[in-house]
Nanobody, 121 residues
Framework: QVQLVESGGGLVQFGGSLRLSCAASGSIFSIGTMGWHRHVPGKERELVATITSSGATNYADSVKGRFTISRDNAQNTMALQMNSLKPGDTAVYYC???????????????WGKGTLVTVSS
């Protein structure tokens, strides 16, 4: 049993900042790559950022220079610091993680239920 829970979403004005968090819990042996996606109704889900277990990061062009992804391997948590927010950043943000539940099998992907970020103009 593995669960991912996002938190930190809310309403923010143009140019403001928010920090999203993702906490993984349950039967966890190790966590590989973690990431954030976002979704707006009527549009395809978009990859926002990823971070490997060793800390290597990757960002969508639309958020480079504004968002920073990080993780705490000891606590099985991940964060997304979002600065200089724009109305186009409005979306439901989802946390994901590649999780190994034991040492005998490869990891599987798990997803949180999402947290809403709304940026007003």
């Amino acid at each position: 049993q593995v669960q991912l829970v996002e938190s930190g979403g809310g309403l923010v004005q143009f140019g403001g900042s928010l920090r999203l968090s993702c906490a993984a819990s349950g039967s966890i042996f190790s966590i590989g790559t973690m990431g954030w996606h976002r979704h707006v109704p009527g549009k395809e889900r978009e990859l926002v950022a990823t971070i490997t277990s060793s800390g290597a990061t990757n960002y969508a062009d639309s958020v480079k220079g504004r968002f920073t992804i990080s993780r705490d391997n000891a606590q099985n948590t991940m964060a997304l610091q979002m600065n200089s927010l724009k109305p186009g950043d409005t979306a439901v943000y989802y946390c994901s993680a590649r999780v190994r539940r034991n040492s005998y099998e490869s990891g599987m992907d798990y997803w949180g239920k999402g947290t809403l970020v709304t940026v007003s103009s």
